[in-house]
Nanobody, 125 residues
């Protein structure tokens, strides 16, 4: 059974930084995508960044491109998200997600089979 456990969330001021981690346990197929999503209460879940486990360029949403960096350490089975230049609108619950067998990595929640429980990020002005 696949489990994803996020950590690293917290409260920072505008312009600050955080590093989120997502530890993977259980068996994921050899070709899959991993991603970070975020959700603000009452709004739809928004895709932030996604990466293919076999390498290649990640994909970012326009709202975070140039400020956030996604990375995947296959050996440690951990997905990371470096959040820099944080803004109040980045506040939300951040979720880690993984697909089944796929090489088509996009930021559509319906593509992802496995989800963590989230870690909160709060950015104050």
């Amino acid at each position: 059974q696949v489990q994803l456990v996020e950590s690293g969330g917290g409260s920072v001021q505008t312009g600050g930084a955080l590093r989120l981690s997502c530890a993977v346990s259980g068996h994921l197929v050899s070709n899959h995508c991993m991603a970070w999503f975020r959700e603000v209460s009452g709004q739809e879940r928004e895709g932030v960044a996604t990466v293919y486990n076999g390498g290649g360029e990640p994909t970012y949403s326009d709202s975070v491109s140039g400020r956030f960096t996604i990375s995947l350490d296959n050996a440690e089975r951990t997905l990371y998200l470096q959040l820099d230049s944080l803004r109040p609108e980045d506040t939300g619950m951040y979720y880690c997600a993984a697909t089944g067998s796929s090489t088509w990595c996009r930021l559509y929640p319906s593509l992802y089979w496995y989800w963590g429980r989230g870690t909160p990020v709060t950015v104050s002005s």
